[in-house]
Nanobody, 122 residues
Framework: QVQPVESGGGLVQTGGSLRLSCVVS??????MGWFRQAPGKEREFVAA????????KYADFARGRFTISRDSAKNTVYLEMESLKPEDTAAYYC?????????????????WGQGTQVTVSS
């Protein structure tokens, strides 16, 4: 299975920005998505992009603040996060899926990586 490697997390203040990256081994011929899991909570969908990158989907909390993009030549998907809030604190993961819409329902097709921790201080 495809093994993703996430990076770019860190500690930021409320209102700050971060750019997460996810590199996947091998060529990616699928949709890609970002997910997050806060302590004591279930993993939830954040954003997804289609294989072409032309279609994107966002969770309500991410829409307008987060932007997903991909560079297929580099087998990399990005998540630009702005106006971060303390409630965005979580471990962020990426995964593959058959379509952006499927990823929005948590239907993933790859393995989970180690994730990258995002901590937003108030």
């Amino acid at each position: 299975q495809v093994q993703p490697v996430e990076s770019g997390g860190g500690l930021v203040q409320t209102g700050g920005s971060l750019r997460l990256s996810c590199v996947v081994s091998g060529r990616i011929f699928s949709a890609m998505g970002w997910f997050r899991q806060a302590p004591g909570k279930e993993r939830e969908f954040v954003a997804a992009t289609s294989q072409s990158g032309r279609l994107t989907k966002y969770a309500d909390f991410a829409r307008g603040r987060f932007t997903i993009s991909r560079d297929s030549a580099k087998n990399t998907v990005y998540l630009e996060m702005e106006s971060l809030k303390p409630e965005d604190t979580a471990a962020y993961y990426c995964n593959t899926g058959s379509a952006a819409g499927a990823l929005a329902t948590m239907a993933t097709t790859g393995s989970w990586g180690q994730g990258t921790q995002v901590t937003v201080s108030s």
